[in-house]
Every structure is written in C-alpha cells, then in structure tokens.
C-alpha cells in the first residue's frame, strides 16, 4: 500500500554538507511516503547554487534546511540535476526539527 503523508516546501532552503553551508536551494517541496511498512522522502527543487561548482553534482548527500519552517532533512541524496536550470530531484534519510 502506498500513501502520501504529507507535504512542506520552501522557496529558499539553506544546503549543508559535512557540517558546513555550501549553497541554497530555490523552490524545494519534500513529500513524506508511505511505501511497504516504511516512511520515504522525496523531494524536488527548481533550482541548485552552489559557492563551489564541485559541490553541484548528482550523488552528493547534503542536508536541506527550510529556515522558515524549522525543519531539517538529513541526509537528502541529489538524485539528478538538469543543466543549465540546476533543477532536480532528491531523496532524504528523515525529517527533523531545527531550531
């Protein structure tokens, strides 16, 4: 059985990577699955700046935080960016709050 939980977005979201700020995301939408007996995140953004191009790359694991909301998603994987837009797709571990 598969249901949708909820939802939450933010158009300006802090990115984090090994404990330090690397960029934001523009546009980002987080959506809580339930799949199999188990919670999934899913989560798309229009946008991806980063202070460093190396950052902004598919397969990295960062951490999205919506500042306006007080919510963390740990451990988001990039799924695939589309170039030159730097819109995408990602996964997430779990969702927190932060203060």
């Not at 991806?48 to 990295?60: A, E, Q, S, V």
């Not at 500042?67 to 695939?80: F, H, R, T, V, Y």
Request: positive net charge; proline residues 3%.
């Amino acid at each position: 059985m598969i249901k949708m939980e909820r939802t939450c977005g933010s158009m300006r979201a802090r990115v984090m990577y090994q404990g330090q700020e690397i960029g934001s995301m523009e546009g980002v939408y987080v959506t809580q699955w339930f799949v199999k007996n188990k919670y999934r995140f899913t989560g798309t953004f229009t946008r991806f700046l980063t202070k460093d191009p190396h950052h902004r790359r598919c397969g990295i694991v960062v951490d999205v935080i919506f500042p306006d909301k007080g919510i963390l998603i740990k451990e988001s994987k990039i799924d695939w960016i589309k170039e030159p837009t730097g819109s995408g797709t990602f996964t997430a571990k779990g969702i927190e709050s932060h203060i």
